[in-house]
């Protein structure tokens, strides 16, 4: 590689645009892979140099130049992923492959390296002495524990361990998610009369023949246990037997069968208790939650107890109703656990009849975006201001210039909304440019939302159903996170926050989306331009509790019995369903059935990334219900309220521990019964 080809790398050099905005309009396919390389260069060059320094280690010399080392590879790796998922193809994807690897072993090098590390410690065990305080404190606390975590304290024999478990776990988990597809592709249910399609949508049936087709079954319709096929089938199928068969065949999948995963479960728990107590903590529970508003495995249970206390008789009321509807319809209320989905919507049905399509004329995407940029100048005083100038990677993508009420700049908006084959499903909230220090100077955000919205055509504009407009203020929330960050290190600024904190700014955004006062300020027909009437507002409140009690305590249930895998020493744990049956216990609605089991199909936990961390859905939960009934106490767009949650919350990042950022927002810590409240369980 020439200086003059890396010269000419628009992924290594400053942009002169706007606000330095990325020059998308330059880029090739071609620059990643010598940029990374050129940056993995530089960086190593920056390491080196903290490594082999002679004089005393301090702030500057070690954690802000470590903060600082690998810009250029952060800046690399930004751009390529946000292309990976927005804006991809068969190259990009081929890269992937070699540069994910790359990256992976890049940062994993660094918290290896025991010089560096003997540096970084000096500086912590002195931090006294260097009179570190704020963000500062804050960086070299977080540098020195990212290094321990990783087993830096730890002798070489440790070490050597440690890195085992890992290389074991790393096999194991893949392992695990490949005999759930497995069982999941090896079941079939295959329909062939009609009358067996009875209560099913056209769509699902037209799916369903096509599946069947696909497979050589022409003329049949074809089931799975994939969730595009399963949920329907559950909620709509009127043939009781059939939902049965595949009820059963979903929650015994991977457990006595073929591709069963007990003893993988046992083994992955077994070994992240191990890798935990080489750590120095009693449990895998205690190991991940130290990085969690949270804090202990002791808090989680005491929290999720209180939220199932509560739950449960509200829980018991809707599962008599659905028996209720059950015993009117059919004579007997007998409900199994193959028959709640579909009783449950018919229940739905009857109470809050509430389409899509009625929705629909109403939320016209432009208005919605309106709306949202509409709810953040009044809470927060910004204003958008679409720009021509930003160079994007794909024309349906738009931008936006952020001010706020002094005109001063607060970073850029990209928009891209409509999906395309290049895209991945979903919605997602990311940066392009972090906030904090880069260049050797404080920078301005550069964030971006992706969705998968339906485009307009000839003869209609856009229209979003009610969750895609919960969906957009979900992600403009995560935005709002990052543009509103002001810190100094891009390390502890915008999204850098514990995990169960993260969607406290996103979560809250939807409150407002359900809100009269909201709705009234972008809800109006795209045809007639008249707001949304009363009474349809009402359903969207009501159906927004429908059955909170019965979906709160499936919730609980999972939250629990991931506890119960990573709190305690899972060597205990012998015949997986007496321990299944005991840890959910408490969480009983329809009497357990016998061969079915949980766990052997848990990949949130076993594959993914929530060990030890299902009970954060509830968690973030309790966080946006609470932080919003302040906003409701007060006033929707109470200045003073959004004042606080800015200062307190949004501007923050990770400089402080978030107990102590929501503590100073609220004025005392979250309420859990102000979820229980919203949801309607409690008065
Ligand atoms: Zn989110």
Known sequence: MTTNTLSSNPLLQASKLRDGAFPFDLLKTEHFAPALDEGIARAKKNLDRIRTATDKPDFQNTILALETASEDVGRVASIFYTLLSAESNDEIQALARTLSPKLADFSSDILLDEKIFARVKSVWDQRKELKLQGEDLQLAEKSYKDFVRNGALLTSVQKERLREMDQELARLSPEFAENNLKADNAFQLVIEKDSDLQGLPETVVEAAAHAAEEKSLKGKWLFTLHAPSYVPF????????????????????????????????????????????????????????????????????????????????????????????????????????????????????????????????????????????????????????????????????????VSDESARLIGLFYADFFPRASKQGGAWATTLRDQGLQNGKIERPHSAIVCNFPKSTPTTPSLLTLDDVRTLFHEFGHALHSLLSDCKYVSLGGTNVYWDFVELPSQIMENWALEEEGLNLFARHYQTNQPMPRELIEKIKASARFQAGWFTIRQLRFALLDLAWHSKDPARIADLSAFETEATERTTLLAPVSGTNSSCSFSHIFAGGYSAGYYSYKWAEVLDADAFEYFKERGLFDKEVARSFRENVLSKGGTRHPMELYKAFRGREPDPDALLRRDGLIE
């Open 234 to 401: 559950m909620t709509y199928s009127e043939k009781r037997e059939l939902r049965e068969k595949l009820w059963r065949a979903r929650e015994s999948r991977c457990f006595k069968d073929n591709f069963t995963n007990e003893e993988i479960a046992k083994k992955i728990a077994l070994l992240r208790h191990q890798r935990a107590q080489l750590l120095g903590f009693p449990t895998h529970a205690h190991f991940v939650l130290e990085e969690r508003m949270a804090e202990t495995p002791e808090k989680v249970v005491q929290f999720l107890d209180r939220m199932l206390d509560k739950a449960k008789p509200a829980a018991d009321r809707d599962l008599d109703q659905v028996r209720e509807l059950k015993a009117k319809e059919t004579g007997s209320p007998e409900i199994m656990p193959w028959d709640y989905a579909f009783w449950s919507e018919r229940l739905k049905m009857k109470l809050h009849e509430l389409d899509d399509e009625v929705l629909r004329p109403y939320f016209k995407l432009e208005n919605v975006i309106e709306g949202v940029f509409e709810h953040a100048r009044r809470l927060y005083g910004l204003r958008f201001k679409e720009v021509s100038d930003v160079p994007v990677y794909h024309p349906d993508v738009k931008t936006f210039e």
